[in-house]
């Protein structure tokens, strides 16, 4: 899940697959809330019993006054 604007994009890399990857859009700039996550995800078809882990990076790795990028993950499975 990636801060794009004003919106979240939340995708499910898959392996083998390069970039057609299921994904939908949350509204933001407000970080979505695990409940509105987890309904994001079942509508994809996935879900995940572990919290999120957070990152950030910057958008210029030279350059410490760039500007980040907030970048959250979990392990997913497919629901059953």
């Known amino acids: 899940m990636v801060l794009r604007g004003n919106s979240w994009g939340l995708y499910i890399p898959l392996f083998g697959s390069m970039g057609n990857w ?14 509105a996550r ?3 995800l079942a509508e994809l078809g996935y879900e995940t019993t ?3 882990s957070w990152d950030e ?3 210029d790795d030279t350059d ?3 500007p980040v990028i907030l ?3 979990a392990e997913v ?3 059953d």
Do not use: K
């Open 22 to 35: 299921p994904g939908t859009t949350l509204p933001g700039p407000e970080v979505p809330t695990v409940a």
């Open 38 to 40: 987890a309904a994001a």
């Open 50 to 52: 572990e919290e999120w």
């Open 57 to 59: 990076e910057r958008t």
């Open 64 to 66: 410490d006054d760039s």
């Open 71 to 73: 970048i959250a993950w």
């Open 77 to 79: 499975t497919p629901i």
